[in-house]
């Protein structure tokens, strides 16, 4: 692995990633962050499904791009807004599909209280393609999958310095979600739990 510039080059995957840069504007009213990364990969694994429960892999290069940026606005007390977005492009010369999303797109308003915290978000997926074989005839075809919305909800209770209580509500307004190529879920998901801080 050898650095350049700030840059760091590992061997093998020829995969360069380069710094992401953030600050603060209008006093600390505005935080943002913008990072980019690009990789040239040469044994790259691409997965693909013959049908709905036997998949596989192949090994071939992949030219990748992704950038993300998000801002962040307080603009009084413990209340803060945030968008977020992220691009990913990619090119292989055998037009594999990646199983990713090439767009993300989110916002989310959170309140910071001492004692509670609570947040709202609402994220978008762009669609995605997936990689399928014909198992009679080898073909490689596409499965594409559509974009989604996801409304989730998460609420914490900080009892004390090392314990907490806390509470999510996934995919609130019952959006169909793909995970994987033909697995999804379309209703509204709970999470609870007890963290304990070291």
Not at 30 to 48: G, P
Request: hydrophobic share 35%; aromatic share 16%; net charge negative.
């Amino acid at each position: 692995m050898t650095e350049v510039c700030g840059v760091t080059i590992t061997g093998h995957h020829d995969t360069v990633h380069d710094e992401w840069h953030g600050g603060n504007l209008g006093g600390g009213v505005f935080a943002y962050n913008v990072s980019a990364e690009l990789s040239l990969n040469d044994n790259h694994l691409y997965w693909f499904s013959y049908d709905y429960a036997d998949y596989g892999g192949v090994n071939a290069y992949q030219h990748s791009l992704r950038i993300d940026g998000q801002l962040k606005f307080r603009p009084v007390g413990q209340f803060e807004a945030e968008i977020h977005a992220g691009v990913y492009a990619w090119e292989n010369y055998d037009s594999f599909y990646s199983s990713r999303p090439s767009a993300e797109v989110g916002a989310a308003l959170r309140y910071l209280g001492r004692k509670i915290t609570a947040g709202l978000s609402l994220d978008y997926r762009d669609r995605i393609k997936w990689m399928n074989v014909n198992p009679e005839t080898g073909t490689l075809g596409l499965y594409r999958t559509p974009s989604t919305f996801c409304l989730n909800l998460d609420v914490e209770w900080r009892i004390n310095e090392r314990w907490a209580v806390y509470a999510e509500g996934r995919n609130l307004a019952g959006s169909t979600v793909y995970d994987w190529a033909y697995y999804y879920y379309d209703t509204a998901q709970g999470l609870m739990g007890v963290k304990f801080t070291f």
